[in-house]
């Protein structure tokens, strides 16, 4: 749609009044009733990601020479993430964008290095479980590596299935924890061992828990080894904006060692303007969200992480149980903050009837059923839910799901 720009510009108390006037119909999150696309870990923490976003919005993250500091704080960042996810001495690892970018960063890593040190040449495949997030096939798409999906075993990645798909050409294998349909963490501990027998390159996707998962172990959780504690690992995302509650965006993405990380880096030279070293595929990179994030991190702590995080478990434990008492079907056995549930008859239907009363949530298609993705500010409204899942049930009553019926997730 074309737009004219305005020949004069607009004061900025009527501009603001009029963005905040165009939020109305956004889902309020400020009161929980959104279980996806938000993370609210409370006012605080708000205030923080707001205060040092701003104070460093207008650095570059490209130019760690001009800005010290950036580079100070990413490194902070990236000590903290490789500390918390066992990561051995010289690991190493970058701040990114999001998940995708840091999917995509791994995977082009681990091209790069399996032709640098397994002399692969041609069309190259990853192999993944069908759980794993669909950024493995964006940045599939745009390196033109073949994507090969395996079946599932008990809702998790199946390491026979997995091991049955690679070969020669296989550049990474890939386990989730937890993976986001169904919020379950995979084998990690025998994906592993089948990396390390097969000299396979084993990338854990922790955009969802990698900042949540330890902090609830920490807490008493039941958390089997899912990060650099297994020794085949070679890399990791974990989003910071996420579980970590830092503002958006940013991610980390983590390296077993500096040789590993240094397959990612891009360095090119043939150019007027000399040569440019980029970590990662931008460019500019925000300095507020860096900032942001050390700010963050640095303000909760550890302790402040394990009370956060147990606000999470805390709701996801009243819903889980309103649930099942309900009759309804939860996938697998969810530890972290994410949960998938079936057993209603028009998914579709039931997810509209809860946003009228103002909820907005995520669904599933295999099975068809509704998904949350809990934040501490959901302990506050977890009965809230249920009742409000009651409401809608019964106002639908018995509604066929239509034939065809798909879930969606973003877009």
Request: with cysteine.
């Amino acid at each position: 749609m074309r737009a004219s720009l305005p020949e004069a510009g607009e004061a900025w108390p009527e501009l603001k009044a009029r963005m905040a006037a165009m939020g109305g119909g956004d889902v309020d999150w400020r009161h929980g009733r959104a279980a996806v696309y938000v993370f609210n870990a409370g006012e605080d923490i708000e205030a923080v990601q707001e205060a040092a976003y701003t104070m460093y919005m207008a650095e570059n993250g490209l130019g760690p020479s001009a800005f010290p500091s950036l580079k100070s704080m990413e490194e902070a960042v990236i000590g903290y993430g490789l500390s918390l996810l066992h990561a051995p001495e010289g690991a190493a690892g970058s701040i990114t964008s999001g998940g995708t970018d840091s999917i995509t960063m791994a995977l082009k890593a681990a091209r790069d290095h399996a032709r640098r040190t397994r002399g692969v040449t041609g069309p190259v495949n990853i192999v993944l479980p069908r759980s794993a997030h669909l950024a493995f096939d964006k940045a599939a798409a745009l390196m033109e590596i073949e994507v090969r999906r395996v079946a599932l075993k008990e809702l998790l990645a199946d390491p026979a299935a997995i091991d049955a798909a690679a070969d020669g050409q296989t550049v990474m294998i890939v386990g989730s924890a937890p993976c986001f349909p169904y919020g379950l963490i995979d084998p990690i501990g025998e994906l592993g061992r089948l990396a390390e027998a097969r000299g396979l390159w084993l990338h854990v996707d922790a955009c969802v828990g990698g900042y949540a998962a330890p902090f609830v172990r920490l807490n008493g959780g039941d958390i089997p080894d899912f990060d650099f504690a297994v020794p085949g690992v070679s890399s990791m995302s974990a989003d910071l904006h996420k579980y970590g509650f830092c503002a958006k965006g940013a991610s980390t993405v983590l390296f077993r060692s500096a040789e590993l990380h240094k397959a990612m880096i891009f360095d090119f030279r043939d150019w007027p303007g000399g040569r440019m070293v980029t970590p990662t595929l931008a460019g500019t990179r925000p300095g507020g969200a860096i900032a942001a994030a050390y700010a963050v991190m640095s303000y909760l702590g550890v302790e402040g992480y394990r009370a956060r995080h147990k606000q999470v478990t805390d709701a996801r434990e009243i819903i889980e149980a309103g649930l099942r008492a309900r009759g309804y079907q939860v996938q697998g056995r969810p530890q972290l903050g994410l949960i998938a549930y079936s057993g209603m008859t028009n998914p579709g239907a039931l997810w509209m009837k809860l946003r009228e009363r103002g909820w907005f949530t995520s669904t599933t298609s295999e099975p068809p059923g509704l998904h949350l993705m809990l934040s501490p500010v959901h302990l506050g409204v977890a009965q809230t839910y249920l009742d409000d899942l009651d409401w809608a049930a019964k106002a639908l009553g018995d509604t066929p799901a239509p034939a065809g019926e798909a879930a969606r997730y973003g877009g």
